[in-house]
T-cell receptor
Framework: AQSVTQLGSHVSVSEGALVLLRCNYSSSVPPYLFWYVQYPNQGLQLLLKYTSAATLVKGINGFEAEFKKSETSFHLTKPSAHMSDAAEYFCAVSEAGGTSYGKLTFGQGTILTVHP | NAGVTQTPKFRILKIGQSMTLQCTQDMNHNYMYWYRQDPGMGLKLIYYSVGAGITDKGEVPNGYNVSRSTTEDFPLRLELAAPSQTSVYFC?????????????FGAGSRLTVL
């Protein structure tokens, strides 16, 4: 069984400050890991994904995440927050291999607020 | 190219009523999924399909049914609506299981059961 825990349901930062959204996972097999963003009243968009290549993954809008197997973590960061980053962010995990059928297990979500 | 289209966007149901949430994709994707999103709970998988005529249960299937008669359509049926089914429902699709294939989400359907 796999699971995802996002630490902090709400994160608030000032514009220009570092963004750090935490994600820890558990999986019995090597995982694939994802970060999605959801803007108000919209569906989810993929920010970035880890699929066993480079451990530091760069995504859209200046976000990146680092896969740390020893810590079972996949934290999302952005050096300088912008007002347009305000949204809800979801970490998700899927088991590698065809039997997973691409099913994702999502974390609880973290709402990011950016203050001027 | 419309992607994944969900209808209706909003619906209010009375307890015990039935309805179908429609999901259509025009990308010829084999794999389709229904998720529900509840505040503070993330998204939970209801049902999924790996191709026309093949469906399977996800994590929270009770109270729902699906069918996949065509590649394009994957409707979600609520037979006897209950307040616990108040949620935002998302349909998603992907071409195949290669991780180069991105999961594409619809805009969501907000359902309220009173």
């Amino acid at each position: 069984a796999q699971s995802v825990t996002q630490l902090g349901s709400h994160v608030s930062v000032s514009e220009g400050a570092l963004v750090l959204l935490r994600c820890n996972y558990s999986s019995s097999v090597p995982p694939y890991l994802f970060w999605y963003v959801q803007y108000p009243n919209q569906g989810l968009q993929l920010l970035l994904k880890y699929t066993s290549a480079a451990t530091l993954v760069k995504g859209i809008n200046g976000f990146e995440a680092e896969f740390k197997k020893s810590e079972t973590s996949f934290h999302l960061t952005k050096p300088s927050a912008h007002m347009s980053d305000a949204a809800e962010y979801f970490c998700a995990v899927s088991e590698a291999g065809g039997t997973s059928y691409g099913k994702l297990t999502f974390g609880q979500g973290t709402i990011l607020t950016v203050h001027p | 190219n419309a992607g994944v289209t969900q209808t209706p966007k909003f619906r209010i149901l009375k307890i015990g009523q039935s309805m179908t949430l429609q999901c259509t994709q025009d990308m010829n994707h084999n794999y389709m999924y229904w998720y529900r999103q509840d505040p503070g709970m993330g998204l939970k998988l209801i049902y999924y399909s790996v191709g026309a005529g093949i469906t399977d249960k996800g994590e929270v299937p009770n109270g729902y049914n699906v069918s996949r008669s065509t590649t394009e359509d994957f409707p979600l049926r609520l037979e006897l609506a209950a307040p616990s089914q108040t949620s935002v429902y998302f349909c998603a699709s992907r071409q195949g299981l290669s991780w180069a294939n991105v999961l594409t989400f619809g805009a969501g359907s907000r359902l309220t059961v009173l």
